[in-house]
């Protein structure tokens, strides 16, 4: 059952108001609880009456009264007290379909969750959201919610995600809009569909929308698209031509709005042979997590904390194993380093991506097994340095289900994780305690 109570945190409210696990959650202050978007809202204020069932079907009351904003202390069988619901579209360009065979089953899973996006950041469509959960949205004031848009021709947003509800939510995104609801989009650039005057339209719908911002990132496409549609590759030109759409428009939308809201990811920049802008364009890095400013985010940390350094500053050899896309800009940060401390002595490699496919560059997407076949027999100093983001979030597991131990034993040398930014970088680096 949905409200089920698998544990109580100790010393909470809910603890002192003798709760049990195995009770079923049912209303709080007369509300309905359906799922955990209900129970974070309505356990909000001091004073809560719970309604409860036990397992045998028996109803009662609970009376709770605790510090505003402080959780009740309730854990629940399933974090959404909900089964999380699947992708309903067919994307033309969706990278699940993708990927290659046999890897583990949690890789082909497809959310399209709007409660994810405002717990956890997930973009969503808003194609399966029926129009009683969009006027909850509205309701709770949900806020801020991450919207994948990609076209907001109606028609073209149909075709590309493969679902004729695909128009419902551009309706729901002008019905949030309306009601102040925080929108952050993205759009994944197609060649040859959503590009040129499409991205032109889209841009400027957006806008008009009042949207808080918007990264523009380039399509990703595997080596594996048998039976997929034929979709091109952001290429060098391509990516010229975007960014010589978006960097007018975007400072057209600074005079107007103060912001630019338009943003090109890192990726965008790098296959366009470009320098990537200076700190003040990302406005806070308000899209980071979509690769906007990442590396400049990086490069900033890194010298920050390089100047830190004493010039006479041990450090053991090393080597640091990349995607082809950072690995001049992470090769360009070790020679800054060696620079300002003569011992530093690293080799960074590129590693292309044989097991999606070499137009698959970026590191995050890098496997074990290309790690282990291309550095076999490099030379690799005293440790091989690794940035988490080729790890599963919090572990130590790669894509291809390979761990960091294995690549240890494979290369007969000790590996060092390194968080993604230019702090822990240089912490790596110098192996200083954290």
Known sequence: MAGKIASIDSHSPAERAKLRVGDTLLSINGKEIADVLDYRFYAYDP????????PDGKQRTVHIRKAEGEDIGLNFETYLMDEERCCSNHCLFCFVDQMPPNMRDTL?????????????????????????????????????INVSVHATDPKLRSIMLGNKAAAKGLAYMRAFA???????????????????????????????????????????????RK????????????????????LPFSE??????????????????????RPL????????????????GMLRSMENEFMAALRQMEPDAPCR?????????????????????????????GTVYAIENHYFGTTIDVAGLVTATDIMEQLRGKPLGERLLLPANMLRHGGDVFLDDYRVSDIEQALGIPVAVSETDGFSLIDTIFELET
């Open 252 to 273: 057209r939308c600074l005079e107007r709005f103060g912001t630019r809201l338009f943003f090109c990811s890192d990726e965008i920049f790098i296959k366009a042979g």
């Open 178 to 224: 309306d009601a102040g609801i925080v929108m952050n989009c993205q759009i994944v650039v197609c060649p040859g569909l959503n590009d040129g005057e499409q991205l032109s339209r889209s841009m400027e719908d957006l806008a008009d929308m009042g949207v808080a911002s918007c990264a523009i990132v380039p399509v990703g496409v595997t080596k594996y």
């Open 47 to 54: 004073k809560l009456t719970l309604v409860v069932e036990s």
């Open 317 to 345: 050899p090393f080597s640091i194993a990349t995607g082809c896309l950072a690995a001049p800009f992470i090769r360009n940060l070790v020679e800054k380093a060696h620079a300002r401390c003569a011992s530093v002595c």
């Open 227 to 246: 039976g997929l549609y034929k979709m091109p590759v952001v290429d060098r030109t391509i990516a010229n031509e975007i960014l010589n759409r978006v």
């Open 108 to 144: 082909y899973f497809k959310d399209d969750d709007a409660r994810l996006s405002f717990l956890m950041g997930n973009y969503t469509t808003l194609t399966n959201l029926s129009e009683r959960e969009a006027q909850r949205i509205i309701d709770l004031r949900i806020s801020p």
């Open 277 to 292: 802008p200076e700190e003040e364009y990302y406005e806070g890095y308000v899209q980071l997590e979509n690769g906007v």
